[in-house]
């Protein structure tokens, strides 16, 4: 099957399509590549017509994402909405052993047996897998991307503080998109300086909103990466839990770039590999917690929203736990995740999994009775996701995980008022 690249003369001619994972992220990707000359749309569609179009054209023994992903894109090439002699389609590939570096390929042979085989592929990825004349990632557009993903995440977290409380409904989602508009006028002139100064703002703005203080049940979501931020993938979990009078709380995905780096770091140290980058990967990846690690000082300083923890930490949270070389699919990052959710207070958490993902079931499922004898009170619930799951199946669990919840919360509660009347009883025996 021969390969259709996207040439230098497509840039002007062709729109390119990209299936949304990340709600908040993928908008300031999207403002980037309109930045840098290149026709992108999102593609926010939902509905069973993706499955059944997934179903068509991918085996169905293929992970969920892939299914996914691969049906949304063909039916919005047969939705009659788009031109699909002057279309494409971007996709990510990691270069691991896992979807990200296999999507494609299923993808093009998709194309071919729906009748699409002129429809140019593009792969966006950091290890020289593919190539298109049309289609660079330049060292402008990478900082752009990176500076994207930091306020993505800073967004996002403190999105999920607000919107479960907000007294004014839709005021959270309002106030993202504000800012999302704010930054891509910045994109021309990126400083660190700006970042912080743009960091202080947001926290500001989302303090002032009107809120309640009543104390909800904090939810963790862990798992396979499209699993644990796509809508589509896990059916509006974050929308479910908040609707269930829950915060859910969400980890940054440039945390998933840093595993990545550190994975190549752990291939110099256990196996030599790598050994021209590691100087590079390392540098990098320093850099990238450096930035990250100022804007959790600015929301501790604040002293009014939850602080994530710094990589380096969630790195440490492994130890004793899960060893390093284990790094398939979200490999000790899931472990490690869960761990640090734990730490913070958040007993609650869903695994979001594709319905037999080896590697994610190992890493979540395989550890779960391992947290459970260290950490009694973590409440862990992993959620299968697969064209034959049900939308009420899942929700059962997860109701059930909510009520276990509520169960423990009453109890924990009772045993620091007991704790407190000791405390208490003693004092007033040492004054007398």
Known sequence: ??????????????????????????????????????????????????IDEGLKNVHNDTCYP???????????????????????????QTGGGCRASNYIHLLRKALVQAGFAHVPVISVNFSKLEKNSGFKLTPSMLLRL?????????????????????????SSDALVTTWIETITREFDSLS????????????????????SGKKKIRVGIVGEIYMKYAPLGNND?????????????????????????????????????????????????????????????????????????????????????????????????LTSEMVTLIKNGVNNIVCCQPFGCLPNHIVAKGMARKLKNKYPYSNIVAVDYDPSATK??????????????????????????ETNKAIAKQTAYACD
């Open 66 to 92: 892939a299914l996914l992903v691969i049906g949304q894109m063909i039916d919005a090439l047969k939705s009659g909405k788009y031109d699909t002699d002057h279309v494409a389609l971007a996709i990510t």
């Open 1 to 50: 099957m021969q390969r259709v690249e996207f040439t230098k003369e497509m840039k002007k001619t062709h729109k390119i399509l990209v299936p949304m994972m990340l709600p908040i992220h993928f908008q300031f990707l999207q403002n980037i590549f309109h930045k840098e000359g290149y026709n992108v749309e999102l593609l926010e569609t939902k509905g069973q017509s993706i």
């Open 192 to 211: 660190f300086l700006r970042l912080q100064k743009n960091y202080k703002e947001m926290l500001e703005d989302f303090a002032s909103l009107p809120r």
């Open 237 to 333: 979990l974050e929308e479910f839990l908040i609707h269930e009078g829950c915060e859910p709380v969400v980890s940054g995905v440039l945390d998933f770039g840093l595993y990545c780096l550190e994975n190549a770091k752990i291939d110099y140290e256990y196996y030599n590999r790598n050994k021209k980058s590691h100087t590079i990967v390392s540098l990098a990846s320093a850099y990238i917690q450096n930035l990250q690690k100022k804007g959790n000082k600015l929301i501790e300083q604040q002293g009014i929203f939850h602080v994530p923890d710094s990589f380096q930490e969630v790195i440490e949270n492994s130890e004793g736990m899960i060893d390093r070389g284990v790094k398939m699919g979200e490999g000790w990052l």
């Open 146 to 170: 990176l500076y994207g993903f930091l306020y993505g995440d800073m967004l996002m977290w403190l999105k999920n503080q607000c919107k479960p409380y907000e007294l004014e409904k839709g």
């Open 392 to 417: 009420v199946n899942q929700e059962n669990r997860l109701k059930l995980m909510l009520s276990n919840a509520r169960l423990n919360e009453t109890f924990l509660k009772e045993k620091q008022e």
